[in-house]
Each structure stands twice: as C-alpha cells, then as structure tokens.
C-alpha cells in the first residue's frame, strides 16, 4: 500500500548535474525511513542517501559524500536526491527505497520493504 515513483533520470555528460525525485504515497510518510540507492549491472545493489522523513540525520556513501544531497519536501510527499559533479562511476539504476519500521538509518537494500521501479542515470 505504500507506492514510490522514482523520475529525473537521464543521460549527462560527466561534470554535470541531475535531480532525482521521489513521490511517495502512503500512511505515515512523516515517519518513514527513506533511502536511494543505486545498482549497476553486474553489481551488487548499493546505498546511495538515507534519511528519516522527520528531522535532519542523514547519511551517504564515501563515494557520494560531498556531491549529492539527499532532501525532503514532505509537503508534497517527495524525496530528491541531487546529483552534482556526476562521474562515469555513478551510472546505474536508481532506486527510491522506504521502510515504516526503521529506528535508525541504513544503508542496506534488504533494510528496505518499499520500493520503486527505478529511474536509469548515465554519465558518460
């Protein structure tokens, strides 16, 4: 019952920037536990951006750590995650990730109950 629709995707060269956006529909969004994460093909599915729907902890990937951000506008019941300074390396699959039951933050897919179908970012 709860749904994420990922879009923002797309094609940039390297240096460049995207935003990626979240929608989520469902109870209790203030209290969801949100994440992004991102897979490759032939690569195992990684953490990306975590963050808690209510208040500001947040945490990211060293890989990702100083380019992206990932943000909350709970008025409308999205999640963004900005992509600045895109490298080759961050090609893949993105995926909007949500779970009700999380106390603290994670960073591991199989944490997660509620996903969306995805939004492809290539950088070339």
């Known amino acids: 019952h709860v749904q994420l629709v990922e879009s923002g995707g797309g094609a940039v060269q390297a240096g460049g920037s995207l935003t990626l956006s979240c929608a989520v529909s469902?109870?209790?969004?203030?209290?969801?536990?949100m994440g992004w994460f991102r897979q490759a093909p032939g690569k195992e599915r990684e953490g990306v951006a975590n963050?808690?729907?209510?208040?500001?902890?947040?945490h990211y990937a060293d890989s990702v750590k100083g380019r992206f951000t990932i943000s909350k506008e709970n008025a409308k019941n999205t999640l963004y995650l900005q992509m600045n300074n895109l490298k080759s390396e961050d090609t893949a699959m993105y995926y909007c990730?949500?779970?009700?039951?999380?106390?603290?933050?994670?960073?591991?897919?199989?944490?997660?109950?509620?996903w969306g179908q995805g939004t492809q970012v290539t950088v070339s």
């Open positions: 963050a808690y729907t209510s208040g500001g902890l947040t």
């Open positions: 990730a949500a779970d009700r039951g999380l106390c603290a933050l994670s960073d591991n897919a199989v944490d997660y109950g509620y």
């Open positions: 469902g109870p209790s969004y203030r209290n969801y536990t």
